[in-house]
């Protein structure tokens, strides 16, 4: 049974870091792209970064390039998303997802998901 479990949310002023994990059990980590999406309340779930399985290939959303950070440690099973410079609009339930195919655009390409945890950033 594959599951994704998301930690790591909270509430923290605008301006401040935050750091969320996902913690991969039930399949091969390695072989699969792991993403991360948010989804604010009244609004459609958004991507905001992927990282590849294979070079560690990342790739973010425009609206937190330069500020959040992805990244991998396959020995862990457990992917991440260093998030500073934490604006009130980033406010959202994350959500880790992981993906199979070679390339993953798409969000119903990604076969498991996690729960979520919320992100509060108070201005």
């Known amino acids: 049974q594959v599951q994704l479990v998301e930690s790591g949310g909270g509430l923290v002023q605008a301006g401040g870091p935050l750091r969320l994990s996902c913690a991969a059990s039930?399949?091969?980590?390695?072989?699969?792209?792991m993403a991360w999406f948010r989804q604010a309340p009244g609004k459609e779930r958004e991507f905001v970064a992927r990282i590849t399985w294979s070079r560690g290939s990342t790739y973010y959303a425009d609206s937190v390039k330069g500020r959040f950070t992805i990244s991998r440690d396959n020995a862990k099973n457990t992917a991440y998303l260093q998030m500073n410079s934490l604006k009130p609009e980033d406010t959202a339930v994350y959500h880790c997802a992981a993906c199979q195919s070679v390339v993953c655009l798409n969000t119903y390409q990604y076969k498991y998901w996690g729960q979520g945890t919320q992100v509060t950033v108070s201005s």
């Open positions: 039930g399949l091969t980590f390695s072989r699969y792209i």
